[in-house]
């Protein structure tokens, strides 16, 4: 049974930084390019940033680019979001997923998510 667990969200003030860490079980992390999405209150699930399986490559919303980074750490079966330069606008339940298909770029193994919550 795969399972991904999402911790390090909460509360922070504006300017301010969180670590979101992501630990797989049940699938062979390594074979996995892995994502970060993110939903707030009343909008659709949105895109973060993205990391290949030999994390090589990784990509990033525009939104974020620049203050967040996503890495992984393959003995230790967990992907990170490095979030700094945090805005009111970052408030959302952050969510890893699994990429399972390449061709169609869908993510079929998702976590429960992490609560951000930034204030002013």
């Known amino acids: 049974q795969v399972q991904l667990v999402e911790s390090g969200g909460g509360l922070v003030q504006a300017g301010g930084s969180l670590r979101l860490s992501c630990v797989a079980s049940g699938l062979t992390f390594s074979g996995y390019s892995m994502g970060w999405f993110r939903q707030a209150p009343g909008k659709e699930r949105e895109f973060v940033a993205a990391i290949s399986r030999d994390t090589f490559s990784t990509d990033y919303a525009d939104s974020v680019k620049g203050r967040f980074t996503i890495s992984r750490d393959n003995a230790k079966n967990t992907v990170y979001l490095q979030m700094d330069s945090l805005k009111p606008e970052d408030t959302a339940v952050y969510y890893c997923?699994?990429?399972?298909?390449?061709?169609?770029?869908?993510?079929?193994?998702w976590g429960r998510g992490t609560q951000v919550t930034v204030s002013l």
């Open positions: 997923a699994a990429r399972v298909s390449v061709v169609n770029n869908r993510y079929g193994y």
